[in-house]
């Protein structure tokens, strides 16, 4: 039997495990990138989505380096930054950067141009980029940005994205949460779903986690359906995990 370093994907009843090393990978020498679903030259058509879940990029820019200007319409595009400094601009006129404990939401609506580069000539820049698909189209385009304290992640789950402007984080145009949690070795706690019908989509940022009894390690991705409630329990110190709760269909 294969060990859990070699599975590929697991389809186990209402999970979908995703290792770190089954995921598509893109080096233009100045970009560094992985694609937990479909993208650009990574086609395949069993991994599309997770529900409204359309995209997840682990990207790596070199110093200096950056994508150009381009457009996107009717989509939810949210940038996590991990490492480092990341300059934005778009056609609203917004000019920012964007650093670890920020998050970014642009909702591209009826259609925007930006284009994203490392502000910094002596280290790299590293950060999520992830698309989910709106519940509603033609939206004129919006921007935002907030800053978070990262000691509100530890030990527990910070909620970084909503569908509600009053709530915590950003919101976007679905019915989606965010969390981010920072966790000692063998901390454990629990997350309920918000939204009756919602999946949830665990990715690890650093370290290794138990959910349930299921084994995920750093970089892999755990989709679960058709559940009210998860448990989560760190396997490693300093473990540091995204959680993302996303409406299954669209």
């Known amino acids: 039997m294969e ?96 650093k670890e404990g920020d998050i970014q939401v642009m909702s591209a609506g009826t259609g925007i141009f930006h284009s994203e580069k490392n502000k910094n000539n002596d280290q790299l820049v590293k950060f999520l980029q992830i698309w989910i698909y709106p519940n509603k189209k033609n939206v004129t385009p919006r921007y935002d940005q907030i800053s978070l304290d990262l000691k509100d992640r530890h030990n527990k789950l910070q909620q970084i994205l909503s569908p509600d402007p009053e709530d915590e984080g950003v919101w976007i145009h679905q019915d989606v949460w965010f969390h981010i949690g920072k966790f000692e070795n063998e901390f454990s706690t629990s997350y309920e779903l918000k939204k009756s019908g919602n999946g949830i989509y665990a990715f690890v940022l650093k370290g290794d986690f138990r959910i349930g009894n299921i084994v995920v390690k750093e970089r892999d991705g755990l989709g679960i359906r058709d559940t009210d409630t998860i448990k989560i329990t760190a396997n490693s110190a300093d473990a540091e995990i995204l959680l993302m709760e996303v409406p299954m269909q669209f």
Do not use: C
Request: charged share 20%; aromatic share 8%.
């Open 3 to 98: 060990n859990n370093e070699t599975i590929i994907d697991q389809a186990i009843a209402n999970h979908i495990l995703h290792k770190a090393n089954t995921r598509g990978h893109a080096n233009h020498g100045w970009l560094e990138s992985y694609h937990t679903f479909s993208f650009a030259n990574y086609q395949n058509q069993e991994r599309m989505n997770f529900g409204v879940l359309r995209v997840l990029n682990d990207d790596k820019v070199n110093q200096g380096m950056g994508f150009g200007k381009h457009p996107h319409d009717n989509m939810e595009i949210i940038s996590i930054p991990l490492e480092g400094d990341l300059e934005h601009h778009d056609s609203m006129g917004n000019t920012t950067v964007i």
